[in-house]
């Protein structure tokens, strides 16, 4: 256990609220009725944890809400009054939340989610930084992935990277990401983040269509049919497969504990490839963030969730036909064409200086991150028409016409055409020090 981390026994159950405590609910149930409403509805609410646990700023905190002071002196106002004052702090961060729920915080510390800034970085720094405006990253890219929340020249939050509740947002506290991601603010329900719409904000679109395969799978299929009857409410820990729910949900394979696995908030475990990535490799090869597993473990652990509605066989025939879809996609598409992209920056008739202003680097990439990914995920979450027609045939049209391209530059000798026009790139790939370091 980190060090900063108080135990769960620090849990501050009190029967009776400070008066700086009330006079947060009392005129914010005037002022906003909807925030009040949903804390009201809370499992904390019911817990005697109210606005002040969570909002509260310490007197180093550097995100405190400085213009909140004036709604002291607002006699119109409910509890308006000095008397009742309390710096506050708008951010709330799994730092704060990890004060009760240190596991939680923890798990989610070291998750693919919590690193996101770093890993997106390592990976793709064109598509980061270098091709696209800072209005097209912050309405898009930081949404699901996280800004680098700063300050400005007036200790105000910057608007430029508020408001976000990304999984990966960098706080000012040093902590990683916003819990809000799936718990959203004030309701902190189990029960939703156990839903597939939890995770449906991100996991969608082209090169990530979890969702999409989800519904097309049988399991999301009777997640629709028979939702009504799943007991979404169960206590933590003790959502039971067959008893609360007829098929699983995202939450029931990738973090709901079941029969001797236990809840994770590290949505790493239970995967035994790295899916996503160009070429499909163990996760704790994936260079980015090598994760800390053994492949073979955590696939046991995923397979005993399916063993609980499964047979072995059912289950273990399943991984068998991933691995063969993963085994042809690597080496059938993927080390082909990378080998090719090599040849061309090799002989120079592509220039390596940028990502993205040449037809075929895009072809390249979308052949991974598009219907590559959605073969190989189609395949492992059961959605035969992501496998195919979404995914391999699309890969298959795609690859044949990159590698026509491909073969023309070099038959011809001819460097491809680059694009003049590049609207609202940056062209800047410069990596951001407070994930970095100054040096790196
Ligand atoms: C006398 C009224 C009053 C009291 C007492 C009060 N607030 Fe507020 N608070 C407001 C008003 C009004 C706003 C602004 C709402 C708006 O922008 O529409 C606000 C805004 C906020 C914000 C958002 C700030 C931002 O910059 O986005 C937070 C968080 C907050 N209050 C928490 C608290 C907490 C926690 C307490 C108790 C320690 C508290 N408030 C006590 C009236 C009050
Ligand atoms: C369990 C912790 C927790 C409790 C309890 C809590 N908040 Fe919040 N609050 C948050 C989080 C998390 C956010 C989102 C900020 C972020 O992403 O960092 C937030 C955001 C806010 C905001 C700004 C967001 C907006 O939509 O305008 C206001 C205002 C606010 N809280 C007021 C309150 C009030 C009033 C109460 C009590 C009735 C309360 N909070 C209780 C955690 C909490
Ligand atoms: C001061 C202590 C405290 C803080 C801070 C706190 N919580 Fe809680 N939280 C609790 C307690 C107590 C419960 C109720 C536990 C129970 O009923 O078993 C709870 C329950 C929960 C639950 C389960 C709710 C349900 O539907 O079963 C979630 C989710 C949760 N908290 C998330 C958060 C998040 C996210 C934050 C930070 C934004 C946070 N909590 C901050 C004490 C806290
Ligand atoms: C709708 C939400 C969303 C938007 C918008 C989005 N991403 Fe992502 N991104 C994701 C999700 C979800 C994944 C995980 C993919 C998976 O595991 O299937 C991901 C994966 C990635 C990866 C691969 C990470 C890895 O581990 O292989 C990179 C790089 C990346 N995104 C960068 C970006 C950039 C840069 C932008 C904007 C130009 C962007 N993303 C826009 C949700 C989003
Ligand atoms: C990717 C989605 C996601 C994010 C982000 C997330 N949670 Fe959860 N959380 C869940 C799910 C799903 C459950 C329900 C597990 C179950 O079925 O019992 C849960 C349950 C909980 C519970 C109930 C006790 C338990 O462990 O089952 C607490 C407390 C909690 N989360 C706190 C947090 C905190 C604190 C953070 C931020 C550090 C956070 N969560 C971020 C999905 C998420
Ligand atoms: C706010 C956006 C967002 C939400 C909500 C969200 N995710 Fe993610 N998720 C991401 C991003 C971004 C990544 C890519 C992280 C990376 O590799 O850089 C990701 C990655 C993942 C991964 C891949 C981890 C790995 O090691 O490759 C899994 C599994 C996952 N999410 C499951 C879930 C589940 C289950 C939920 C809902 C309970 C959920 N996510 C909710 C944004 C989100
Ligand atoms: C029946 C269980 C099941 C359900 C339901 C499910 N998944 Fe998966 N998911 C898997 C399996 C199995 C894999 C591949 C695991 C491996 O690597 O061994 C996977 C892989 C993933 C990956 C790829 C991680 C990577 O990059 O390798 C993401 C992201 C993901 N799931 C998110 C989701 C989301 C979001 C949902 C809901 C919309 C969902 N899953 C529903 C079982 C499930
Ligand atoms: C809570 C129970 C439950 C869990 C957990 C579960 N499944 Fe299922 N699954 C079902 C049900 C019910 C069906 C529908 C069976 C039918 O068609 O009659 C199904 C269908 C399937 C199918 C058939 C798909 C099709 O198109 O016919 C496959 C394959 C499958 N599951 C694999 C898995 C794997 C792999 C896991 C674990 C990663 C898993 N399931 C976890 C209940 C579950």
Redesign the pocket.
């Known amino acids: 256990m980190q060090r900063n981390f108080s135990t769960p026994k620090e849990f501050r159950i009190e029967r009776s609220l400070t008066p700086q405590a009330v006079a947060c609910i009392e005129c914010h149930r005037q002022e906003t009725p909807g925030i009040f409403a949903d804390w009201a509805a809370s499992r904390h609410a019911s817990s005697n944890i109210s606005c002040i646990d969570c909002h509260l700023a310490q007197p180093n905190d550097v995100d405190i809400a400085k213009k909140h002071e004036q709604y002291y002196d607002k006699p119109e106002m409910p509890f308006g009054e000095r008397k009742y004052f309390a710096p506050i702090a708008t951010v709330v961060t799994?730092k704060d939340?990890?004060r009760c729920?240190p596991?939680?915080?923890q798990q989610?510390a070291k998750s693919k989610?919590a690193n996101t800034l770093e890993i997106i970085w390592k990976i793709d720094p064109w598509l980061n930084d270098g091709m696209n405006s800072e209005i097209e990253r912050k309405s898009g890219c930081y949404a699901c992935h996280g800004t680098i929340v700063a300050l400005d020249e007036n200790g105000e939050i910057n608007k430029e990277t508020w408001p976000n509740v990304g999984?990966g947002r960098i706080n000012l506290d040093g902590s990683l990401?916003s819990?809000t991601?799936?718990?959203t603010r004030h309701r902190f329900s189990?029960a939703e983040?156990?839903m597939p719409e939890?995770?449906d904000q991100c996991h969608l679109g082209p090169d990530h269509p979890q969702i999409e395969i989800f519904e097309e799978s049988k399991h999301g299929t009777i997640y629709h049919a028979y939702k009504d009857e799943y007991n979404f409410k169960a206590a933590?820990?003790?959502?039971t497969a067959g008893v609360d729910y007829r098929a699983p949900t995202c939450?029931a394979c990738h973090?709901?504990?079941a029969s001797t696995v236990m809840?994770t908030?590290d949505?790493t475990e239970r995967l035994s490839w790295e899916l996503q990535a160009p070429l499909t490799v163990r996760p704790s090869d994936f260079a980015a963030l090598p994760a800390d597993t053994n492949w073979k473990t955590e696939r046991d652990k995923m397979k005993k969730i399916c063993y609980q509605c499964h047979s072995n066989a059912w289950t273990d025939d399943h991984y068998a036909m991933l691995d063969k879809v993963v085994n042809e996609y690597n080496e059938t598409y993927f080390k082909p064409a990378k080998q090719m992209l090599d040849e061309l920056y090799e002989k120079k008739l592509l220039d390596k200086t940028k990502f993205f202003d040449e037809h075929v680097e895009v072809r390249f990439y979308e052949l991974w991150h598009h219907e590559g990914r959605r073969a190989r995920m189609g395949t492992a979450m059961m959605a035969p028409d992501y496998a195919w027609w979404h995914g391999f045939y699309e890969l298959k049209h795609h690859y044949n016409q990159y590698m026509e391209e491909a073969r023309h530059l070099v038959e011809t000798n001819k460097k491809a055409y680059e694009y003049p026009d590049f609207p609202a790139a940056t062209g800047n790939t410069t990596k951001p020090a407070v994930i970095f370091g100054p040096k790196k």
């Open positions: 799994p939340c990890s729920h596991d939680e915080a989610y989610h999984v990401g819990c991601s799936c718990h189990t983040a156990r939890a995770c933590p820990g003790t959502w939450a973090m709901s504990g809840t908030h949505v």
